[in-house]
């Protein structure tokens, strides 16, 4: 018999291979003892790996096979059989070892990148297309739109006759139907992505407010360590009382507290961005561009740009596109007596006609809903100007009492917080109009 090769043989070929193996051995007692030997060595493990060098181990291999048929849910793994000397078996088997471990080495996933991203605005909003996930969703549902109405267009333009329902769909239906969802998901998705950027631009901009509330806190806990350390030394002097700094103390723990607030707001809101973005979580941000300045909606012929929008909108192009295929699919089905979907579809087509009769009326007022909430956050933004205002007065009155020795500095302190208040209100007012007026300018467009 030949040499074997090394490879794993099933249960049921090693029975076979003993039945040949056996009768052929001289001394049938000494090979059973041989096959009880190694029966022990396969009750302790599920695969044997054996490997052989000379003929008298090739019997041996044999007499094992015979011993598997009494442990039949065992597998033997025989790595070679050969007649060669045992050097050059053994240098065979430590070769197999080394092939069998690195089949199993699994690649190296690459490092991530951990480098320092410096992030404007523009490249944000750049990077929304490219790399957010609801983004590449919406790609992936435009190829299989893309690729369906290929199909249909193909059966269309295949011209085949028509002997049934199906094949009247095909050639008068289908190839509409799956044209108007792909045109659909185009227009829907240059909507998504005017929103998303809309929505990373306050991010943004949120992230950048935040930084700057907590680096201005920085800015006063670091006067107040001042103070407090003057305060210390005219108690050392016995020109304050002890109890005199309790306050100035509380008043730091108030601004640290503030500033962990801001902190933690400012990592939550970071990583939501790089979520959207697509960027590893644990790779650091720096954010480059400016904080975004207050400009008021340019709202000139405000009238006729409603008017026209209600007009020119979309949705009442694709409204009567719907109506118009849903007639097809009637007009197919009640011709082929297919009276249950049919009576389904002009019921449909019915209320498709009353939304598209009220579309006008939905859209304009939708819009001056908009603009009116426009209006009110400028309001709002020109009262927070004034409380800002206001306080800064407040402020450099307080200044002057505190220098001529009426007033201390902790009241001075308490103003100086409200008006930090006040600012990052207005800020944020300020934030949430300008994504009020893009959302609102995206609106007329579309």
């Known amino acids: 018999m030949p040499p074997l090769q090394k490879k794993y043989v099933s249960a049921f070929t090693l029975l076979v291979m003993a039945s040949i193996l056996v009768p052929t051995y001289k001394t049938v007692a000494g090979y059973d003892r ?12 599920s695969v044997a790996d054996l490997t052989t ?23 033997v793994k025989i790595s070679s059989v050969s007649t060669e000397p045992s050097s050059t078996s053994s240098s065979s088997s430590s070769s197999s070892a080394s092939q069998d ?3 199993i080495t699994e690649p190296i996933a690459p490092a991530a990148d951990t480098s320092t991203l410096n992030l404007s605005l523009e490249d944000a909003l750049k990077m929304v297309e490219t790399s957010n996930s609801d983004i590449k969703l919406t790609d992936s549902k435009i190829q299989i739109y893309d690729k369906q109405n290929q199909q249909a267009k193909a059966r269309h333009d295949a011209n085949i006759p028509v002997v049934d329902e199906d094949s009247r769909k095909d050639r008068d239906l289908n190839y509409k139907r799956t044209q108007w969802t792909l045109d659909n998901a185009k227009h829907d998705r240059e909507n998504q992505l005017k929103n998303l950027q809309v929505d990373m631009t306050n991010q943004y901009q949120t992230i950048l407010s935040l930084q700057q509330q907590a680096d201005t806190i920085g800015k006063q806990i670091k006067d107040l360590d001042t103070t407090i350390d003057q305060i210390n030394l005219q108690i050392k002097l016995g020109l304050q009382i002890p109890s005199t700094i309790y306050g100035y103390n509380a008043k730091r723990s108030g601004l640290e507290a503030l500033q962990k607030m801001a902190t933690n707001s400012i990592n939550s809101s970071m ?28 709202d000139s012929d405000i009238d006729n740009r409603i008017a026209k929008s209600v007009q020119t909108t979309y949705d009442i192009q694709k409204m009567k596109q719907d109506i118009e ?28 006609k009353a939304t598209l009769e009220n579309l006008p009326v939905t859209k304009e007022l939708s ?3 908009a603009y009116n909430d426009l209006k009110t956050l400028e309001n709002t933004i020109e ?18 009492k505190v220098e001529v020795g009426t007033s201390s500095s902790l009241e001075l302190l308490a103003l100086q917080s409200t008006l930090l208040t006040d600012q990052n209100t207005m800020q944020q007012d300020v934030i949430a109009y300008m994504t009020a007026a893009a959302n609102f300018q995206n609106s007329l467009e579309q």
Do not use: C, H, W
């Not at 060098?53 to 597998?75: H, M, Q, R, Y």
């Not at 927070?384 to 009155?397: G, S």
């Open 34 to 45: 041989m096959a009880q030997t190694a029966s022990n060595m396969t009750m302790n493990s």
């Open 53 to 75: 060098t000379s003929t008298e181990d090739t019997n041996l291999k044999g007499a094992i096979l015979s011993s598997a048929a009494s442990n039949p849910s065992s597998t």
């Open 101 to 103: 471990s690195s089949s």
């Open 271 to 298: 990583n939501t961005l790089k979520k959207d973005l697509g960027i590893d979580l644990n790779r650091p941000v720096v954010l480059t561009s400016p904080m975004v300045t207050y400009t008021k909606f340019d």
């Open 325 to 352: 295929i849903s007639q097809i699919e009637y007009d197919i089905d009640f011709y082929y007596d297919d009276t249950q979907n049919a009576d389904t579809i002009q019921l449909g087509i019915e209320d498709k």
């Open 367 to 369: 819009l001056r809903k």
């Open 383 to 400: 009262a927070d100007r004034l409380t800002v205002e206001a306080d800064q007065i407040n402020i450099a009155i307080m200044q002057k």
